[in-house]
């Protein structure tokens, strides 16, 4: 799997099987501010030749469907055991497996913070930003943990290497 696809499908994805007509799919929902972000995965799915749909879900959100039990097999996998599924990853595969994950989730304040219930992966992926010299912090949050990057140069330097979309469309 595309690692930007698993980092954002880690993030806000969902793998469904129904055993009763036996049918797999995964999809994402974002709301529709967040077109841009589903416009990227669109492209890649596009890129992979993987067949998908796109259609209004409510409470202002848009979702892509694909009807794949590959994926669903791919995407259960990640999410049975995402921190080794990060650590095999290459530097470039870490890199868009983050760029993913923020997009999905990330928040962009006055600092960048990616909250998660998986402390470990937030662990491992801390570990990998300081490779590249950004300094981030894990917090606990009442219902998760947060790793949040806050020092303007750690925050430029994560711009620098994770290809984020949401990131792009900061100022």
Known sequence: MD???AGLLFGDGTAHRNIKNRSYAIWIDQHKRNSDILEELERIFVKLKIKF???KVPDNKIRIYSCSKERFL???KI???PVKFFKNLNM???KKFIAGFFDAEGTITDRLVFYNKNKKLLE???KFLETLEIISYIYKFPNVWGLQIYRRIHVQL???HIDSVKLSRAI
Do not use: A, D
């Open 3 to 5: 690692e930007y696809v």
């Open 79 to 81: 999410k049975e055991n």
């Open 53 to 55: 749909y796109k259609y």
């Open 158 to 160: 994560f711009r620098k």
């Open 74 to 76: 791919e995407l259960k």
């Open 124 to 126: 491992e992926i801390k």
């Open 92 to 94: 470039k595969g870490k």
